[in-house]
C-alpha cells in the first residue's frame, strides 16, 4: 500500500476523548522502548510522526494518526516500565485496557516483542487478556536487524513454542525491524486486507 498521507490527529488520556471511531483503527501496543513509535514511522515512512526516545517511557498519552484519511494508527504507552510510579503504572495500565475495551473500532492489535530475548511474563499474561476477552491480535517481532537469521529464527520458534503451550491456535507473527524496514510491506498489505471488514459502529 502506498501511503499518501499520514497525519498525526491528536493525543488522549482516555479513550472516551479520542477522535470519533468511525474509521478502522490498529493499535500499537508492547513494553516500553520495544520500538512502537519507531514502527509506526517506519511503517509511515515520516522519520518523526510518532515521538521515539532511547529513555523508555516516552509515549505516555493514546496517540491517533490518521492514514490516507482512511483509517487509524495508534500509538500507546508502554505497559510494565518498571521505573515509573505503581501509580502511574496502573493509571496507564486502565488507560490501556479501558482503550483495548471500549474502542468499537479496533480492528487488531499488534503486539510488539523485542526479537532479543525470550518470552516475558508481561507480554503473554497481555496477550491471554487480549484473547480471552476476544480482541483479535498479531505479534510483532521488532529490532531484528540485531540478529542474525539464525538466532532470529530460534528466537520466533522459542515464541511459537511457548505459547503453543496455552494457544490452541497461534496468532499471526511479523519479523519487523524500523532500521531496514524488514516486515513494514508484510504489515502494511495485512492491514489493507482488513480493511473491509470492517463495520461502522
Ligand atoms: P515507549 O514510547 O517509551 O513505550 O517506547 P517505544 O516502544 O515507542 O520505543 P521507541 O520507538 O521510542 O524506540 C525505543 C528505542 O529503540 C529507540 O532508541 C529506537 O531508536 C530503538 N529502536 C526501535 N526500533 C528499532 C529497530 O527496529 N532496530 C533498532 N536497532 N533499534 C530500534
Ligand atoms: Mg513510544
Given amino acids: 500500500m502506498q501511503i499518501k498521507t499520514a497525519v498525526f490527529v491528536k493525543s488522549s488520556s482516555e479513550h472516551q476523548h479520542a477522535p470519533p471511531p468511525a474509521l478502522p483503527e490498529y493499535a500499537f501496543i508492547g513494553r516500553s522502548n520495544v520500538g512502537k513509535s519507531s514502527l509506526i514511522n517506519a511503517l509511515t515512512g515520516r522519520n518523526s510522526l510518532a515521538k521515539t526516545s532511547v529513555q523508555p517511557g516516552k509515549t505516555q498519552l493514546i496517540n491517533h494518526f490518521l492514514i490516507n484519511d482512511e483509517w487509524f494508527l495508534v ?3 508502554g505497559y510494565g516500565y ?13 488507560m490501556i485496557d479501558n482503550y483495548l475495551f471500549e474502542r468499537p473500532n479496533l480492528l487488531c492489535t499488534f503486539v510488539l516483542v523485542d526479537s532479543r530475548i525470550e518470552p516475558q511474563k508481561t507480554d503473554l499474561e497481555f496477550m491471554e487478556k487480549l484473547g480471552t476477552n476476544g480482541l483479535p491480535f498479531c505479534v ?19 515464541y511459537q513454542q511457548k505459547m503453543g503451550e496455552t494457544w490452541a491456535e497461534l ?31
Fill in 82 to 94: 518498571a521505573k515509573v510510579s505503581q501509580t502511574e503504572r496502573e493509571k496507564w495500565r486502565k
Fill in 140 to 158: 510483532v517481532f521488532t529490532k531484528t536487524d540485531k540478529l542474525t537469521k539464525t538466532k532470529l529464527a530460534s528466537q520466533v520458534a522459542a
Fill in 171 to 201: 496468532p499471526q507473527m511479523f519479523v519487523t525491524s524500523s532500521v531496514d524496514k524488514t516486515g513494514c510491506d508484510a504489515l502494511l498489505s495485512q492491514i489493507v486486507e482488513w480493511i473491509p471488514t470492517f463495520q461502522k459502529p
Fill in 75 to 77: 500509538d500507546l504507552p
